[in-house]
């Protein structure tokens, strides 16, 4: 008998013990169990601005936490090395622990935990009940997340969640077909989202791929069509993982891909220049 996982849109069938292809999401006693469950790659205490998040607690840091597996493909992934492999070096963290060091480090300036570097929704059981348990704390909580989760699971979290930043990758199927991801999906978290927390948005421009002007326009004024104050990061691709042969973006194109949505939004920044 499989079993089908309600997390995200891929809606993976598994039988007993097989993994999904997000590869942190298994079958057990004929339930679907987060596997990755604490098991940490990745752990620093980072200034908030590199989430990216511009516009929530400028000048603060964050404990940011991360685990491996991925329930996209990106062949430009920039983590590869934890979101395409389930053998990365790990670390057992529970909840308490996690919520406890992150309160040890208030007096350096931590205003809470992110869960990012892989994609944290994979972890769905993990990152909730951290969230509720920071919640209690006074701790803020943070996704950054390439927003590809079913609705119901995203809402349960969402009273959890103070800030969140969205990965929205392109703005046509055809770009989230290239990447193993739905479109609407994505967009759905993004509106569901910014109801209830802050939301910033990034899109990582690859030549070629998802750089036009019609594309960057089309996201500027859906975004502004949700809330003109989002804050929109258009960030400069360098050659990695399965694209490592591509050009980097130049810088010229994403200033002027940032001016195009700056018409649109109130808040344009760009990275990796």
Sequence with gaps: MKIQ??????????SEGQIGVCLARTCKDAKIVCSNYGRLTSIALDPVEKKPLRNFYPG?????????????H???CQNSEISATDTAQVVDVSPEKLVLKAEELVSRGNIGIAYTYNEPLISYEYVLDCARL?????????????GTVCEKPL???????????????GFTQDFYDFVGGDLETVKNTISTA??????????LVIPW??????????????LASIDKNIPYHISRFFPCYKMSDASPTAVSKVYKLADIASKYLTHVYTGNC
């Design 5 to 14: 996982c309600e997390l995200c849109p891929r809606h993976c069938m598994m």
């Design 60 to 72: 603060k840091m964050i404990l940011s936490v991360g685990s491996y597996g991925c329930n996209l």
């Design 74 to 76: 990106c062949p430009f």
């Design 134 to 146: 920071a919640h209690q704390k006074g701790l803020k909580n943070v996704l950054v997340t390439n």
């Design 155 to 169: 809402c349960d979290l969402l009273p959890y969640i103070d800030a969140m930043n969205v990965d929205l990758k």
């Design 194 to 203: 910014a109801r209830s927390c802050h939301v910033e948005v990034t899109t």
């Design 209 to 222: 791929k998802n750089d036009s002007e019609e594309e960057i326009t089309a996201i500027a004024q859906w």
